[in-house]
């Protein structure tokens, strides 16, 4: 069977109808509706049989699920090399924000400095996922022991437009605040992130587990309303 029948072999239409709410982005005649475990295991399949790098090879794909099969694929690569190249060619295709946050290859966790350097060039792209992924991976590998206040600043310092790139601001803010509370707190009450920004991220915040309920008491006295965060 050709990977785009396995695909469909594997549809369950009840999770299909549901997922297309999740990911507005996206048209809804390209989503199977596979869920997630399903796509983890094929794509180990794929890349035990030998499949994958024609698979990888064939850009763009046609349906959204062939899309996240192609992340699960890309985050299972053991090799640094391989796997920053092959994410650099994905990179432009992705379109929706839950292909974006489902590319986390392992090998990064080894490869932390070299990934850095790749971050800061996404960052500076004029592609909406490639700075929504640059923030998710600082958020994911440099808020515990690789943490460095200054990565705070370079995040605050981002300004969009995009609805997905600030939902990813507030999202790092919010788990910045649970990890990193000392350090990241001064942006919240400097007003250092927008409006909308500031505010998500508390009450993203408030709703962490990870953050204690003094903390979450305090940051609730920090909600601004726009013209307080311009004056």
Sequence with gaps: MVIEERLFALQDKEYRDFHKKLVPTVSPETIIGVRTPALRKLAKEIMQAGEAEAFLARLPHRYFDENQLHAFIISGIKDYGECMARLQEFLPYIDNWATCDQLSPKVFR?????????VQKWLKSKEMYAVRYAIGMLMQHFLDEDFDEAYLSVVAEVRSEE???????????????????EAALPFIEGNRLAPWTHNKAI?????????????????????????????
């Design 110 to 118: 080894q490869h932390r400095q070299e990934l850095l350097s790749e």
């Design 163 to 181: 609805y997905y790139i600030n939902m990813m601001i507030a999202w790092y803010f919010a788990t910045a605040l649970a990890k990193q509370y």
């Design 203 to 231: 009450q993203k915040a408030i709703e962490s587990r990870r953050v204690s309920a003094a903390h979450k008491e305090y940051l609730r006295g920090l909600k601004v309303r726009r013209e307080q965060h311009e004056r």
